[in-house]
Nanobody, 115 residues
Framework: QVQLVESGGGLVQPGGSLRLSCAAS????????MGWYRQAPGKERELVAA???????NYADSVKGRFTISRDNAKNTVYLQMNSLKPEDTAVYYC?????????WGQGTLVTVSS
């Protein structure tokens, strides 16, 4: 099994930046891809960004050019650098890890963009 622990959320003003971290432990050798999702109040969970073991990345249109996902394999950690944050980016952000049979979720970290 894989366990995920997120950190880095908080309150930031519009236009500001935050970096989220997600540390993976357990059966990390089974992970094929990792990603970040978010869920705003009253909305469905949506993909923000994802990266595969091979290094390819995928972004939601709403965050392209502002967010960057990266992966430190030595630390078993994936990051989400968020720049030029907007109020509509406010949500609980969840880290995910995909193995051949299961998607594991982190506990979530709240990001609030407000002045």
């Amino acid at each position: 099994q894989v366990q995920l622990v997120e950190s880095g959320g908080g309150l930031v003003q519009p236009g500001g930046s935050l970096r989220l971290s997600c540390a993976a432990s357990g059966s990390i050798f089974t992970i094929n891809a990792m990603g970040w999702y978010r869920q705003a109040p009253g909305k469905e969970r949506e993909l923000v960004a994802a990266t595969t073991r091979g290094g390819s990345t995928n972004y939601a249109d709403s965050v392209k050019g502002r967010f960057t996902i990266s992966r430190d394999n030595a630390k078993n950690t994936v990051y989400l650098q968020m720049n030029s944050l907007k109020p509509e980016d406010t949500a609980v952000y969840y880290c995910s890890a995909d193995t051949p049979y299961l998607r594991t979720w982190g506990q979530g970290t709240l990001v609030t963009v407000s002045s």
